[in-house]
């Protein structure tokens, strides 16, 4: 079974815009990490984030946590083409390395 | 090349074969896993390995093999094919530290079991 669901499955801005995804998990954990997935190519690292963290930013990523509310957003500002792809949630509820995925959001910023 | 390589890249094999797929990292990461990714369910674990010969099932286990006689190599054999076994496999590698490990992802082996 799925720890996080992300919402939403797809998603389909122009460049310039902000993208905003959304990840809900059922366990608590100790972090929840973004990966993303160009089409054909294996996952890429984005961002960590542990549980007593509620705020984290790298370049244009800026990724929440809420504990509270078992739910963490992904917002990638001034969108590129570039960042066209899925964008997976995982979780670490066991605290020994292994991560559990969501289904993912499909992104797509059009020129 | 260094990081984490997977071969074959593409494979299209039958029912009841045995087929095994490579993984091999550089990194000397302590960690290594298997997944499967199907259209509809994400990323699912299937095996995983916190060290040389020390394995350990993940969520969909059933019909895969795993070893684990070297750090840097952890195949995955299915024994006997089975068309349900059609997906694409990723490998991934971690090193646990500072209480958190991200991982790092090979570019997948796309398997058709026809």
């Known amino acids: 079974s799925q720890q996080g669901e992300e919402d939403p499955q797809a998603l389909s801005i122009q460049e310039g815009e902000n993208a905003t995804m959304n990840c809900s998990y059922k366990?608590?954990?100790?972090?929840l990490q973004w990966y993303r997935q160009n089409s054909g190519r294996g996952l890429v690292h984005l961002i960590l984030?542990?549980?007593?963290?509620r705020e984290k930013h790298s370049g244009r990523l800026r990724v929440t946590l809420d504990t509270s509310k078992k739910s963490s957003s992904l917002l990638i500002t001034a969108s590129r083409a570039a960042d066209t792809a899925s964008y997976f949630c995982a979780t670490d509820a066991s605290g020994y390395s292994t991560l559990t995925f969501g289904k993912g959001t499909m992104l797509l910023v059009s020129p | 090349d260094a990081g984490i390589t997977q071969s074959p890249r593409y494979k299209i094999t039958e029912t009841g074969r045995q087929v095994t797929l490579m993984c091999h990292q550089t990194w000397s990461h302590s960690y290594m896993f298997w997944y499967r990714q199907d259209l509809g369910h994400g990323l699912r674990l299937i095996y995983y390995?916190?060290?040389?010969?020390?394995?350990d099932k993940g969520e969909v286990p059933d019909g895969y093999v795993v070893s684990r006689s070297k750090t840097e190599n952890f195949p995955l054999t299915l024994e006997s094919a089975t068309r349900s076994q059609t997906s694409v496999y990723f490998c991934?590698?971690?090193?646990?530290?500072?209480?958190?490990?991200?991982?790092?992802f090979g570019p997948g082996t796309r398997l058709t079991v026809l």
């Open positions: 390995s916190a060290a040389a010969d020390i394995t």
């Open positions: 991934a590698s971690s090193e646990f530290l500072a209480g958190v490990a991200e991982q790092f």
């Open positions: 984030i542990r549980s007593n963290e």
């Open positions: 366990t608590s954990i100790n972090n």
